[in-house]
């Protein structure tokens, strides 16, 4: 089953599309990478599915049911923009806040079963303006998971933090994923680190799916290049293409594309006098790919 569904979804604002004829598929249990640039409609398609914007047409399915069901909308937990928490109060009060709202039970055992997931225990009294940006983020994730959503929903929540900060979101995630069955659907255009954790990714350029594809088939479809440098690289760069199909002179490097061995590479450089100073074999990451697909004109 899909935990996303979406078809034909458009949205428009004062006469100009933000979304057009989008679709969309995040299986149950992934994490899924939603990219694109600024702009691309990442934002637009989740408050879409928070039901906080009413689509133009088209269909959205949340674990088989049309969106608007209230059985499904209690499933759905979201952190867009900002955690929408009050400043001056604690921690725990705007957990508490949350709680109410929402109509949980066992409030205080539900605040603390979010903060041990965030990795918040110890910051319960602390006021929401006194916390780090990372510790924010944290408290945003907190409230969307409070009432066990079975979805997650996250707007950009990377942006801005710094390694530490990351990688304590990217062990909550798999966390979320892992130990609580919950699917993520995160929106990100920090692709190193999503690379690290999402299981899926979704790519969209102009309010339109340019690709969807698991990170195994993305890893199974990835070229293999070998990436150096040498003194005279325009020299070398002629040298190259006389003998490979695809080399790349960029970002200070030169690229040879689809070759087996580095050695090979070496050695036509070496019979034509040049030597290399750094050489690096590689399998395209999702930074390159995106790039790539997004060069051939996003088809
Ligand atoms: N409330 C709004 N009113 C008018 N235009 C909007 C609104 N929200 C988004 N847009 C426009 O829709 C497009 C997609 O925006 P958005 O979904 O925020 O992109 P992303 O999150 O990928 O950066 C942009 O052109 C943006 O200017
Ligand atoms: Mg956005």
Request: net charge neutral; glycine share 10%; with cysteine.
């Amino acid at each position: 089953m899909n935990a996303i569904e979406i078809k034909n979804l458009s949205k428009s604002f004062r006469g100009m599309y933000a979304l057009k004829d989008f679709h969309m598929t995040v299986p149950v249990g992934s994490i899924y990478g939603f990219i694109g640039e600024n702009g691309s409609g990442k934002s637009t398609t989740e408050k879409l599915i928070c039901g906080h914007l009413v689509p133009d047409s088209g269909e959205i399915k949340l674990f088989g049911k049309d969106y608007t069901d209230a059985g499904v909308r209690v499933r759905v937990g979201a952190l867009i923009e900002n955690a929408g928490c009050f400043p001056s109060s604690s921690v725990y009060a705007n957990l508490k806040m949350q709680a109410l709202n929402l109509g949980l039970k066992n409030i205080d055992e539900e605040i603390h079963r979010v903060l041990k997931i965030v990795r918040m225990e110890d910051s319960i009294n602390i006021k929401f303006k006194s916390c780090s940006l990372g510790m924010k983020q944290r408290i945003g994730i907190a409230m969307a998971l409070l009432g066990s959503p079975a979805l997650l929903i996250l707007d950009e929540p990377i942006n801005g933090l710094d390694t530490d900060g990351m990688r304590i979101m990217r062990e909550i995630l798999v966390d979320i994923t892992k130990t609580y069955g919950c699917t993520v659907l995160i929106s990100s255009h920090i692709l190193g680190e999503l690379e690290k954790i999402a299981t899926h990714y979704g790519i969209i350029k102009q309010g339109q799916m340019v690709q969807e594809i698991s990170a195994k088939e993305m890893e199974s479809r990835a070229r293999v290049f070998v990436r150096l440098k040498t003194q005279d690289m325009k020299g070398a760069e002629s040298a190259l293409i006389a003998n490979f199909k695809n080399v790349e002179l960029r970002d200070g490097y030169l690229f040879v594309y689809d070759v087996e061995k580095a050695e090979t590479v070496v050695e036509t450089l070496l019979k034509d006098g040049h030597v290399v100073s750094e050489i690096t074999k590689n399998k395209v990451g999702l930074e390159e790919y995106y790039v790539q697909l997004m060069s051939k004109g996003g088809k």
